[in-house]
């Protein structure tokens, strides 16, 4: 099993952070994610995005408030060359701002390890970009 880590320092507060990242249903943050079609509530939900290519299937696994962790997988559409994808985001602060380790472990898909891994850590650049920006304006 291959796995990936990348981590951010946000210009923002922390638990301004975990409140967007921990309302899984509701996502602003990812282009036309407001018409992300939500099934069901707290773990075991799913957020489904259609697309021209299929649509992407997200479950969360757990949330943990305490911990501000939250572990969801991708079933069904994985946007990336990969299988087997389960994802956990961790937000934590150094009393000033927030800071986001995102990780997953999976399966290459098609292509060698590095270019499964590589291909997930743009696409994990690219979206913590989109929150930056959400967090910002």
Known sequence: ???????????????????????????????????????GDGPGMTRIFAGPDGSVVERLESVDDDARTLVYTIPEGVPFP???YRATMRVSDDGAKGHL????????????EADARKTVETMYGVMMGWMQDNLSG
């Open 82 to 84: 990969v299988t087997g």
């Open 101 to 112: 380790s995102w990780s997953c472990e999976f399966e290459p898909a098609g292509v060698s």
């Open 1 to 39: 099993m291959a796995s990936v880590t990348v981590t951010r320092t946000f210009d923002a507060a922390s638990a301004d952070l975990w409140a967007l990242l921990r309302d899984f249903g509701h996502v602003p943050w990812i282009p036309g994610g407001e018409n992300a079609k939500v099934e």
